[in-house]
């Protein structure tokens, strides 16, 4: 839905597609009998839309996607105007409602592979439906990004290693200014597959979204000015700089919200300012756990999303952090 939002770090959210896949990995490469918790979990997207099925997409490899209407495409046009009128650029996040790099065919076959099945005609038929709605989609995007400098575009993925694939080739070697490109990560299979992907894309801000952390995470060599390579697809890295430039992290915030390790929070503080990198701390989430001389205790918060920083006690103060990063380009 194009619309004002709540998310603390942005001023609108801008849904293009609706419907996804969630996306997990799974503990034995090839092997469908576990996973590692994944941020897709509990996607409070997939919950409203089997309310609004046909606005809001089917969730699953065999669901369905839907392009948002032609009037929510045109309304960054008018967020535009309004940032250059105001002289204040404006932050859009997309999406929340799906995901901007979803590859419906080839995920398809990924899930018949992991599953050991034979799709059906009928299956394959509806993935190239849903392919050619994410396709159409992406080109929409892109074109808006180009037609609204005066807006950011927070541009997030859990499907990070598609997006060098797909971004229009020139985004290569001269990446949009406003190009701020994001991918999720939960856990430490997520950062040690994504942000390998995310550090060779040439955009502007390039950020990682922990939301939900749902465990300790190491992600210092991505914040290290000498990690990334040199050549980004064309774009060197003197222009737009060599790591990861911004870290978002939250906890769940509905009611079957997983706990919310607040150790996890710190280290993120931590290894951000060891690095300088910015850092938004939106919430504690729902259930947040703090350790009190060795025990595990959950933190009362009265709002259910932990999101009220004057709300956190005094000892964790150090948490209160709400930073934006530099654009280089
Ligand atoms: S990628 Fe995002 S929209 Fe898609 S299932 Fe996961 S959380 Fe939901």
């Given at each position: 839905m194009g619309e004002q939002t709540k998310?603390?770090?942005?001023?609108h959210t801008f849904n293009g597609v609706r419907g996804c896949a969630k996306k997990r990995i799974p503990i034995v490469e090839g092997n469908p009998e576990a996973f590692y918790p994944?941020?897709?979990?509990?996607?409070y997207a997939e919950s409203m839309s089997k309310r609004f099925p046909k606005n809001l997409g089917i969730w699953g490899v065999n669901g369905v996607r839907v392009l948002a209407k032609q009037h929510i495409w045109d309304e960054p046009h008018h967020w535009n105007r309004r940032a250059k009128e105001r002289g204040v650029r404006g932050r859009v996040f997309a999406y929340s409602l799906g995901d901007?790099?979803?590859m419906p065919v080839k995920e398809l076959h990924a899930d018949a592979k992991l599953y050991g099945y034979e799709p059906t005609n009928e299956q394959v038929e509806n993935a190239e439906r849903n392919q050619h709605v994410c396709d159409e989609a992406r080109r929409k995007l892109f074109a808006l990004v180009e037609a609204t400098p005066f807006l950011d575009w927070l541009l997030l993925t859990?499907?990070?290693?598609e997006i060098v694939g797909q971004v229009p080739k020139h985004w290569l070697s001269d990446p949009p200014s406003n190009w701020w490109q994001g991918t999720s990560v939960s856990t430490q299979p997520d950062v040690d597959f994504r942000l390998a992907k995310l550090i060779e894309v040439p955009a502007a801000v390039r950020f990682i979204s922990?939301?939900?952390?749902l465990e300790k995470i190491d992600i210092r060599r991505f914040l290290?000015?000498?990690?990334?390579?040199?050549?980004f697809g064309g774009a060197m890295a003197e222009a737009?700089?060599?790591?990861?430039d911004w870290v978002i992290c939250g906890g769940e915030s509905s009611l079957s919200a997983r706990e919310f390790d607040i150790p996890a929070m710190e280290s993120l503080v931590d290894q951000c300012a060891e690095y300088g990198v910015a850092l938004f701390n939106k919430q504690l989430g729902f259930r947040p756990i703090e350790e009190i001389d060795s025990t595990r205790v959950r933190l009362k918060l009265v709002d259910k999303k932990g999101?009220?920083?004057?709300?956190?006690?005094e000892r964790l103060s150090h948490l209160r952090i709400r930073q934006f990063p530099e654009v280089r380009l």
């Open positions: 998310i603390e770090w942005c001023d994944s941020g897709c979990d509990h996607c901007m790099g979803e859990k499907r990070i290693e922990a939301e939900p952390l290290d000015n000498e990690y990334a390579p040199r050549d737009i700089g060599w790591r990861v999101g009220d920083m004057d709300e956190w006690p």
